[in-house]
């Protein structure tokens, strides 16, 4: 099994980095792979909102120039997916809302290719806005029915210069049950009975308030 994680802060190795590392750590203890891959340094636009992903249903943003369409390709070959953030303003950093608009839409136009999946989150933040950071990340595993792990508190790891996050004991205790359960849901998932419970999907329904 493998689990994809992205990075979404402009450090490469910053308190990000090392929430995602300490998960990461637990489940290749479980034999899981994990590539980490960092798309908050990257040059990403947001969503334009056209639709052709809707009419093309080709797995692809219509926008090319950037590095979405191969981490969505990333996401559905993975059996996991970790998004981490830093936390800018009480809210996700704005080049991975950026990949994550684009990516999750292209998922949904092309019939949830995350559902069921293994998803978490995990955000690093100086002191205060990490769990509206956190929900914001969890409101995308929510939409396209991943199954989401739980760990023994909001998965938010404080500190503020890089590498300050491994002086916050609870922080990492969080990210390392996360892990170990994230890996044991994998695990559960990929068992022939849970293969074989797995419920029909359902046709999304999507209606307006507006009469």
């Known amino acids: 099994m493998k689990v994809v994680a992205f990075n ?30 960092h798309v908050g340094n990257k040059a990403i636009r947001g969503c334009m909102a056209c639709g052709a992903c809707y009419k093309s249903k080709d797995e692809q943003c219509i ?3 950037d590095e979405v369409n191969s981490y969505i390709q990333l996401m559905k070959e993975a059996d996991g997916v970790i998004l981490g953030s830093p936390v800018h303003f009480s809210a996700v950093a704005g080049t991975m809302k950026s990949f994550l608009d684009r990516a999750f839409y292209v998922s949904s136009a092309n019939g949830n290719l995350l559902r069921h999946k293994v998803g978490a989150s995990v955000v690093a933040v100086r002191r ?7 929900n914001q990340l ?6 396209a029915e991943m199954m989401v792990p739980s760990s023994n508190y909001w998965n938010v790891i ?18 390392r049950v996360l892990g170990k359960n994230m890996a044991y849901m994998m695990k559960l998932m990929d068992t022939k ?3 074989e419970l797995k419920p029909d999907q359902e ?5 307006s308030f507006i009469r």
């Open 8 to 37: 979404g802060s402009p450090k490469k190795e910053g308190n990000t980095y090392h929430a995602i590392k300490l998960v990461a750590d637990e489940l290749e203890i479980q034999g899981i792979e994990v590539e980490i891959v």
């Open 193 to 195: 009975e849970a293969k």
């Open 158 to 175: 404080h500190g503020s210069k890089p590498g300050d996050a491994l002086q916050d004991e609870e922080g990492m205790q969080i990210m």
């Open 138 to 143: 969890n409101n995308y595993l929510n939409y």
């Open 128 to 134: 205060s806005g990490g769990v509206p950071a956190f």
């Open 203 to 207: 046709k999304k329904v999507a209606m």
């Open 63 to 65: 926008m090319k120039d």
